[in-house]
Structures are given as C-alpha cells and as structure tokens.
C-alpha cells in the first residue's frame, strides 16, 4: 500500500513536501515515481528514485529538474518530494508508484514500470 500525502495549496514560488509512505510490501527492492496529471492533460512522469541503499539514482523532468528533490528514507518506508520555487503550471494531483527494476540503481517514469499506485494528492500553485 502507498499513501501519498503533503499537498496543499501554495502561492508561486512557494514550497511544498510531499511524501510517499509504504506498508505491506513484502519485496524490499521498489523504485519510487512521482507523476502528476493536470486538470485536461494526460499523466506525465515528475521524478522516481532507485531502491538502492546508499547513493540512489533519482531522475528528473525537465520542466521540474532544479526545482524538485526527491529522497528516500529507508529506515520510515517513506520517500519525499520537496517542491520548490512553484509555478501554476505544477497545479496538479500528484501520485507516487512502487515498481520493481532489475537493476537496483536505476529507475525511469515509464508508467508501465510500476504496479502500486497512491490515491493522489492535489497541490495547487495560485496567487
């Protein structure tokens, strides 16, 4: 089970945290993808970090690479999405997804990578 959290509403250029918390899994080696879909747009791949232990490798989009930090903290079952310097365009419902990679340090935004989805959380950047 994924429980995604943290969203809120927030003014441009303000920040958000979201977080991602897993329970139940009995396989230990899950990548973590945060996508968002906009209101009248399709679901787009945001961020998604390894299930390595140490050095994770994380992936960015671009229109939120600079701007998000996604982290994980294995000891909580819990990954993070810090969102700073937000724009209108982040306004969305944020979803985080639990898949399995072969290689453990290595993850992409590829959708059909991953079988758990959250329920969502809606952040909504306005003035």
């Known amino acids: 089970q994924l429980q995604a959290s943290g969203g809120g509403s927030v003014q441009p250029g303000g920040s958000v945290r979201l977080s991602c918390a897993r329970s139940?899994?009995?396989?230990?080696?899950?990548?973590i993808g945060w996508f968002r879909q906009a209101p009248g747009k399709e679901r787009e791949g945001v961020s998604c970090?390894?299930?390595?232990?140490?050095?994770?490798?994380?992936y960015y989009g671009d229109s939120v690479k600079g701007r998000f930090t996604i982290s994980r903290d294995n000891v909580k079952n819990t990954v993070y999405l810090q969102m700073l310097s937000l724009k209108a365009e982040d306004t969305a419902v944020y979803y985080c997804a639990a898949g399995v990679f072969y290689d453990y340090n290595w993850c992409s935004v590829v959708e059909n990578n991953y079988a758990h989805w959250g329920q969502g959380t809606q952040v909504t950047v306005s003035s």
């Open positions: 970090i390894s299930s390595s232990i140490g050095d994770a490798y994380t």
């Open positions: 139940g899994f009995t396989e230990e080696h899950y990548a």
